[in-house]
């Protein structure tokens, strides 16, 4: 059971940018989850993997396909307060749920 927060690698971003970004991915995928699916995880340690997305395309393919597959996500699309122009996808949560089924979709994404 794991959950993984992809951060897009293309954009500029300082290191405080990512981390709140990679939060909102983390507590919005939670947030879509069920309450069992979050017992399970809490149990075992919360597990978390850091991800590099290269675009936005990658990001929005995994995001679609962890949609089709059901699994718990969320997609963060940027106010536009600080860094960034609003809108501006910067980050994508998957998860928690099996560690196998997330492994379809983010197997060959390398770590941030």
Not at 31 to 49: A, H, M, P
Not at 67 to 86: H, I, N, Q, W, Y
Request: aromatic content about 2%; proline content about 4%; charged content about 25%.
């Amino acid at each position: 059971m794991k959950q993984v927060i992809l951060i897009r690698t293309d954009i500029k971003m300082s290191a405080g940018k990512k981390v709140a970004q990679a939060c909102h991915a983390s507590v919005g995928a939670v947030l879509n989850s069920d309450k069992k699916t979050l017992d399970v995880w809490n149990d075992t340690g919360s597990k978390k993997i850091a991800l590099r997305a290269s675009g936005e395309k990658l990001i929005l393919e995994l995001y679609d396909q962890a949609k089709k597959m059901r699994l718990p996500c969320f997609l963060v699309s940027d106010a536009g307060l600080t860094e960034l122009p609003p809108g501006t996808i910067t980050a994508l949560g998957i998860g928690p749920a099996n560690d196998e089924k997330i492994d379809r979709i983010t197997g060959n994404t390398k770590l941030l």
